[in-house]
């Protein structure tokens, strides 16, 4: 099992920065990838930027240039840093585990966090 919790949302101007943040724990010596994904009411759920054990990273075309994804292995944290948001990036963002396909359970997520960014 592993278990994720997010941190860091909340309500920015557009032109602003947030920071998340997503601490594991449990079986996190199973974790292969780690990232964050976002879900805007109405909207299917999307991949934001992601990355591996070995340091690869994978960013939506939509983030390109203002996000930043960064994990830290020691500490077991993954952090999305948001620069120049748009009213557009409003949505729940959620953090993601994933075991790789040798797991029955490959998948995990976080509960969630809340970013608006409005004026």
């Known amino acids: 099992q592993v278990q994720l919790v997010e941190s860091g949302g909340g309500l920015v101007q557009p032109g602003g920065s947030l920071r998340l943040s997503c601490a594991a724990s449990?079986?996190?010596?199973?974790?292969?990838?780690m990232g964050w994904y976002r879900q805007a009411p109405g909207k299917q759920r999307e991949l934001v930027a992601a990355?591996?054990?070995?340091?690869?990273?994978n960013y939506a075309d939509s983030v390109k240039g203002r996000f930043t994804i960064s994990r830290d292995n020691a500490k077991k944290t993954v952090y999305l840093s948001m620069n120049s948001l748009k009213p557009e990036d409003t949505a729940v963002y959620y953090c993601?585990?994933?075991?790789?396909?040798?797991?029955?359970?490959?998948?995990?997520w976080g509960q969630g966090t809340q970013v608006t960014v409005s004026s």
């Open positions: 993601n585990a994933d075991r790789g396909p040798a797991y029955s359970t490959r998948y995990y």
């Open positions: 449990g079986s996190i010596f199973s974790i292969d990838a």
């Open positions: 990355v591996t054990s070995g340091g690869i990273i």
